[in-house]
């Protein structure tokens, strides 16, 4: 607690605060959406490794699942490659997808050094790994999602999770290993397909049967129209505030995940600011409930 006195006795109080939480989550999976935008300088970096650690040493089975839509952005930027959004979806060509592939490869290690160098056993890996996740190519998006040009939108190597085989995840719940995975996954047919981070947890969420999916990200967790935080909303809410625009970009993939999730088994999904340090501590171990927690 950089900068606040807290005596040793408050310090010891605090700790032991945690112990109700710890025996709730004890054995429990918990799958941690870390977003490009919730990437912040190399403290804040730190203090999420630190706090991974923390989950696996107090009993919970932490997996990391990366994003890193600005990083690839900077880098398509630097090689002159233009690149669109369609309902928070990266429009990915050939070229872009091996960009996609080679940023995220970097983040994923980046991720991956930050856990060990706090002292845990961290792997990185992608959808491809152990056959882990395999994709189909997303749904063109139709006309009325890009008024005005008369066409479908085709996302090119866009993927959307179809199979999840846990067995890889498996083994490392059994032992001191935490997973750490990019959002890359291959079809049936062996090609690559760019899968959005958050649907992609989700995905992993809902195989793992989850207790919790963390989303972290730059905002407080979803606003409303006059930019106050909604502390909870149910699937019906969600749905309406999509529809009537009030959520809108990056944030519709994180909603329509919570949805999906909350209908496949999670127990709880909440939509965190990850630039808050130790902010998954704070809502997993502590009585302090932060961000938007979507319901059913
Ligand atoms: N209603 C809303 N509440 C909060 N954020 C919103 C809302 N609608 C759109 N957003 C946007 O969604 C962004 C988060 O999604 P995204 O940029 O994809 O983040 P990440 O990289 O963490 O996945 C916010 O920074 C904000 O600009
Ligand atoms: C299809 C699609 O949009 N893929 C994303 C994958 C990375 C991602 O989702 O990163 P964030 O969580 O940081 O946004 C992309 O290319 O940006």
Same mark, same amino acid.
């Given at each position: ?149 008369? #066409?479908?939108?085709?996302? *090119?190597? !866009?993927?959307?999770?179809?199979? =999840?085989?846990?067995? $890889? &995840? ?92 909350? #209908?496949?088994?999670?127990? *709880?999904? !909440?939509?965190?600011?990850?630039? =808050?340090?130790?902010? $998954? &501590? ?15």
């Amino acid at each position: 607690m950089a900068g606040i006195d807290v005596s040793p006795l408050d310090r010891a109080r605090i700790l032991a605060e945690a112990l109700p939480h710890m025996q709730r989550y004890d054995d429990a999976t918990v799958v941690v959406k870390y977003g490009g935008h919730a990437m912040g300088e190399e403290g804040a970096a730190r203090d999420f490794a630190r706090d991974i650690v923390m989950l696996k040493l107090a009993g919970l089975h932490p997996i990391v699942v990366h994003g890193g839509g600005p990083q690839i952005g900077s880098m398509l930027k630097r090689l002159n490659i233009e690149s669109h959004f369609h309902e928070g979806l990266r429009v990915t060509n050939q070229e872009t997808m091996e960009v996609v592939e080679m940023v995220l490869g970097l983040v994923n290690k980046s991720i991956v050094a930050a856990i060990n160098a706090a002292g845990g056993r961290a792997i990185g890996l992608s959808g491809k790994d152990g056959n882990m996740v395999t994709a189909r190519k997303h749904a063109p998006l139709n006309k009325t999602s890009s008024p005005g040009t008369g #066409e479908d939108v085709d996302l *090119g190597f !866009v993927g959307e999770p179809e199979t =999840v085989d846990p067995t $890889v &995840l498996n083994l490392a719940s059994g032992s001191d290993i935490i997973p750490v995975i990019a959002p890359v996954a291959t079809s049936r047919w062996g090609e690559t397909f760019n899968v959005n981070a958050d649907t992609f947890a989700g995905a992993i969420a809902g195989a793992m049967r989850a207790r919790r999916l963390l989303f972290l990200t730059d905002v407080s967790g979803v606003l409303d129209k006059d930019r106050n935080l909604i502390r909870k909303m149910t699937i019906n809410e969600s749905r309406m505030r999509i529809a009537d625009g009030t959520i809108t970009g990056g944030m519709i993939p994180k909603v329509e995940t919570c949805m999906d999730a909350l #209908e496949r088994g999670v127990d *709880g999904v !909440v939509i965190l600011d990850g630039k =808050v340090p130790h902010i $998954v &501590l704070l809502e997993l171990l502590t009585d302090h409930g932060a961000g938007t927690l979507v319901t059913r």
